[in-house]
Nanobody
Framework: QVQLGESGGGLVQAGGSLRLSCAVFGRAFSTYVMGWFRQAPGKEREFVSGLSRSGGFTYYADSVNGSFTISKENAKNAVYLQMNSLRPKETAIYYC??????????????????WGQGTQVTVSS
């Protein structure tokens, strides 16, 4: 079992930056494939970024490639999502997710079996 807790969301102006954090509580952090998804009102949950178990491979949705960066810090059992050049259409609840059996970089929510409670990101124009 693992529990995930996101933080770092908030209100930011267009063009600004935020860094989301995901604290991972549970057994060996390195055994999980990690990811970030987001869900805007009235829309389906969509893949944002993924990270392999080793942290050596990163994956991004085309819409955020070049502006978002995913990383992990094993000593703190934490995963981060640095978001730069934010746009109003990126307003959503952002979720941290983990999988102990899935393939890293999967864009399907069903591939992940642990989810955090989400953190709201609002980008004003």
């Amino acid at each position: 079992q693992v529990q995930l807790g996101e933080s770092g969301g908030g209100l930011v102006q267009a063009g600004g930056s935020l860094r989301l954090s995901c604290a991972v509580f549970g057994r060996a952090f390195s055994t999980y494939v990690m990811g970030w998804f987001r869900q805007a009102p009235g829309k389906e949950r969509e893949f944002v970024s993924g990270l392999s178990r080793s942290g050596g491979f990163t994956y991004y949705a085309d819409s955020v490639n070049g502006s978002f960066t995913i990383s992990k810090e094993n000593a703190k059992n934490a995963v981060y999502l640095q978001m730069n050049s934010l746009r109003p259409k990126e307003t959503a609840i952002y979720y941290c997710t983990a999988s102990d059996e899935g393939t890293s970089g999967s864009t399907r929510p069903a591939s992940y079996n642990y989810w955090g409670q989400g953190t709201q990101v609002t980008v004003s124009s």
